[in-house]
């Protein structure tokens, strides 16, 4: 594994923030982590104009905005070639799943509330460097480049997202499907040697998936990683009685997920 070329005080952080009384106590979490290439706006619609003049490194967001939301700003970009791979997070005392589900959907980095720990700001910020620098996440002992690996979630913005997750770890040869029973129909032609599925989708979710090839499938014993936002006990319960080899949380860190799969293939 290469030695890290970058560190927390080189990323250059784009901060939306139109209260400047959070600006001031935020300014200050990240002068004592070392980071002084930050630049400040009042709303999405400014940052995104900068963005596509000087690209950042980071982009951090409330959530409530004059202009959007913070989830709207991260769509807008997931949605634009140019800003698509740019990490994002939020910075939000918003807890309703109305606005943190797609933005978990969207694929940020991390989710910080308000007032929010600086150990979880950088820990998150250090996510952001597992995703510039993907050569420090390459599994090791494991031929990537022969593995075939089923994304399956209903989202196109998080299929993308978990994608690109894969390829920064090396894996290369990956098919998607959008939900439970097209996953199936897909399997039914290919054996894969990874599946990686959401929980909540249409037609057949994640554990109806995971229980049907644990119980029915032609590869009953396949490596399962399920990412979910979920956190209702009862139901990650299930999740797990149904079969899988791991679960992940969403948003999720790709030092997170390189651990989790080394393990479950290494099994």
């Known amino acids: 594994m290469s030695e890290r070329t970058m560190n927390i005080a080189d990323l250059a952080v784009t901060f939306i923030e139109p209260s400047s009384t959070q600006r001031k106590v935020i300014a200050g979490h990240l002068n004592k982590l070392g980071l002084s290439k930050v630049d400040w706006f009042n709303d999405g619609e400014s940052a995104l104009k900068d963005m596509h003049q000087y690209q950042p490194d980071l982009v951090v967001s409330a959530m409530h905005l004059p202009d959007m ?3 709207e700003l991260v769509q807008k970009m997931r949605a634009d070639d140019t800003l698509e791979h740019i990490p994002f997070m939020v910075v939000s005392s918003e807890h309703s799943d109305y606005y943190l589900e797609p933005a978990r959907q969207a694929g940020v980095v991390a989710i910080l509330s308000k007032p929010f720990d600086p150990d979880e700001l ?3 910020l250090y996510s952001t460097l597992e995703f510039i620098e993907p050569e420090n996440l390459e599994l090791e002992e494991i031929e990537l480049d022969e593995l075939l690996v089923l994304v399956v979630d209903d989202s196109s913005t998080a299929r993308k997202h978990i994608c690109r997750v894969l390829n920064n770890l090396g894996i290369i040869n990956i098919v998607q499907a959008v939900n439970g029973k097209e996953a199936l129909e897909v399997m039914e032609h290919q054996l894969f040697d990874l599946v990686v599925t959401d929980y909540n989708m249409p ?5 109806e998936l995971t229980r049907y090839v644990r119980e029915k499938g032609l590869q009953k014993s396949i490596p399962i990683l399920m990412v979910t936002s979920e956190a209702n006990s009862s139901q990650l319960a299930g999740v797990k009685q149904a079969g899988v080899s791991a ?3 969403k948003p999720f ?3 997170e997920v390189r651990s989790l799969i080394t393990k479950i293939l290494s099994e």
């Not at 037609?203 to 554990?207: A, C, S």
């Open 69 to 71: 939301s913070g989830t």
């Open 253 to 255: 860190e790709p030092g």
């Open 247 to 249: 679960l992940c949380d």
């Open 122 to 124: 950088k820990k998150a």
């Open 203 to 207: 037609e057949m979710d994640g554990q």
